[in-house]
């Protein structure tokens, strides 16, 4: 998404003279969250070769004004949705932003858009119901310093089975992370590539916001304090063969595909209609047993051989002798997917597994390598930053470089704290608290150096 483009549908956005009654300040709906998922990747779509930077910032103002009813029409809808859905939400005491519910609900416009099926106003108030029946109650969840109370159990628990769990199923050997201790809370951003890293308290997060898990806020927190001492942060036996199952198959095969012929994945499926949980039928030798499904390994082993014959991206990791960051991606992902049908107290059964080795390796291994890349953009962001700067940091510079990578994707609102725009600056706040970044004072000193 061109930043010029975006910045001159913004400002199109702004210049409309109900704009800040469409768009008041902590409603929800902004111009950049119109712009990003709604109006760009239509006009894309009704232009997608490019001419040059006058030429084209005509035609999108061109564009924009001969669509300026409809578009204006479909916000002021959004609008009346988005402050209807809140003061629900307030009623029901649900979990759910304006924020949130706006783009749920710009989201659908852009949908009914891009198909040539414009949504009345009927539609996208289902749309907003949906959503908001989708939404967690505000009694399943708990702040970080309501979850520290949780932490006496945890070191307890940890103590007497976490700890002995770990140096039976350490989750270096199934690569995912370091043979530490999961914290309790972190204060960071957390995603799928923490793997077994991640937060006690943000694994409870996800199992809070899932409503296909049972029980109130500090049932659901108990349940994940003890899921976080169980082998691999699972409780499930299924998921356990499915994990070093995987990881035997993809060892297996990372020889090159032209080693011998690739086997199709799906050459023999009766193993997947057997019913009930996957069971291992082989141990392997070692230090402790480590339970394997020679089905899901054989399926594992397919996988991975397609995948690096037929994916460009997988001919590039096998020719490049990266594999293992591959299999890494593909066992993190995997864990996650172990990890959501585990809070759910859903054992995995074949037809399941099937679907999450191959997942694991089509989506997990390409999802992964951008994760990465994100990552390495950010480090050589961080390595410009002059050592004085870094000094005074007095936040950790993953959090800044998170607030970075936000602003890339939101210039305007970068722009917009560099000129002390109050509406900007609210945009950020916000985004501050719902991501974790510095908060507001700190980037404003930050903005103020970097000006000066």
């Known amino acids: 998404m061109a930043p010029r483009l975006f910045r001159v549908c913004c400002q199109w956005l702004e ?38 930077r006058e030429d084209e910032d005509r035609r999108l103002e061109l564009w924009l004004a001969e669509y300026e009813t409809q578009i204006l029409s479909d916000l ?102 370091d043979d530490e201790r999961p914290p309790l809370i972190r204060t960071r951003r957390e995603n799928t590539w923490d793997a077994l890293g991640r937060s006690v308290y943000s694994r409870f997060h996800m199992a809070a916001q899932d409503l296909s898990v049972p029980g109130v806020a500090d049932d659901i927190a108990q349940a994940e304090v003890i899921r976080a001492c169980s082998r691999l942060g699972l409780s499930h036996e299924s998921a356990l063969v499915l994990l070093y199952s995987l990881l035997r198959g993809l060892l297996q095969g990372r020889a090159s595909v032209s080693d011998g012929p690739c086997a199709d994945p799906d050459e023999d499926r009766s193993w997947v209609q057997e019913p009930g949980p996957i069971t291992a039928d082989v141990v392997a030798d070692g230090a402790s047993e480590v339970l394997l499904n020679g089905q899901l390994m054989a399926l594992a082993e397919a996988v991975i051989r397609t995948f690096c014959s037929k994916q460009e991206q997988g001919r590039y990791l096998l020719r490049t002798e990266q594999m293992d960051r591959a299999h890494q991606h593909a066992m993190r992902r995997a864990w996650m997917d172990c990890f959501k049908r585990d809070r759910r107290q859903q054992a995995i059964d074949a037809a399941e597994a099937r679907r999450i080795v191959t997942r694991a390796v089509f989506k997990g291994v390409p999802s992964g390598e951008a994760h990465l890349k994100r990552a390495r953009t950010l480090g050589i962001v961080e390595l410009t930053r002059p050592a004085e700067e870094a000094e005074q940091s007095s936040l950790a510079d993953d959090i800044v470089n998170r607030a970075c990578a936000w602003f890339a994707e939101h210039p305007e609102v970068a722009l917009g704290l560099r000129t002390r725009d109050p509406e900007r600056m609210e945009e950020y706040r916000r985004a501050a608290e719902e991501f974790g970044f510095p908060d507001l004072d700190f980037m404003m000193k930050l903005v103020a150096k970097e000006s000066s």
């Open 76 to 177: 002021a809808v959004v609008r009346r949705l988005t402050d209807c859905s809140m003061d629900e939400a307030r009623r029901r005491r649900a979990a759910v932003t304006a924020g949130q519910t706006a783009e749920c609900l710009v989201r659908a416009v852009a949908k009914g858009w891009l198909t040539d099926e414009p949504l009345g106003e009927m539609e996208l108030e289902a749309v907003a119901s949906t959503h908001l029946a989708n939404a967690p109650s505000l009694e399943r969840l708990l702040s970080r310093e309501e979850f520290r109370r949780f932490e006496e159990m945890y070191e307890q628990l940890w103590d007497s089975e976490g700890a002995a769990h770990l140096a039976e199923h350490p989750y270096s050997r199934v690569m995912l992370g």
């Open 15 to 52: 210049q409309q003279q109900d704009w800040r009654m469409l768009a008041p300040r902590g409603g929800g709906l902004s111009a950049s969250l119109a712009t990003r998922h709604w109006l760009l990747r239509v006009y894309r779509r009704a232009f997608p070769e490019s001419l040059s």
